[in-house]
């Protein structure tokens, strides 16, 4: 899987050329932050209203797709649940990863924007993001590019780790 990055702004999400964007949302978080935030605002409140009324609540396991266009560049926003924030970990990082993975791999979605769960709120710091990420889905076939919403100075922390990683696993 290759890894590339955008900056959670506006303006570098409209250059994202894919069809769905993933994002993690806190049960007991609001308001939200991070690209949740962002996408609320472009799409006009619908996240928040969708909260609001309890038909997504943000729990652990939680999923919705909503569409995105015309509003965002992608199709679709993949809204995923990672519970109370209080209770991130490492486990429940592993758990958002490979729910949005796999809702990935059901769609037939092979390229996306990702903002890792707890990156926005920096519940965990990049290093340790990328290396579970990767121990998660680093090597599926499924998957050819994500796109992470990383801040600039962040980015180069993260790709640092990843061409660490990738060579351990090359030298096993």
Known sequence: MEIRFLAPELRGLDGANVELCACAI?????????????????LGGRISALLKSGFFEGALGDALLVPGKPHVPFEKVLLVGLGERGAFGEERFRQGVLHVAGALERLHIRRAVV??????TRAIEPEPAI???????????????????????????????????????RSV
Do not use: F
């Open 26 to 42: 806190w049960s007991d978080e609001r308001p939200m932050r991070g690209l949740a935030a962002l996408l609320d605002w472009r």
């Open 131 to 169: 290396t579970l990420t990767l121990e998660c889905v680093g090597a599926s076939p499924e998957h050819d590019t994500w796109w992470l919403v990383e801040a600039l100075a962040d980015q180069k922390r993260t790709e640092v780790r990843a061409a660490e990683e990738r060579r351990r696993i």
């Open 115 to 120: 903002e890792l769960p707890g990156r926005a």
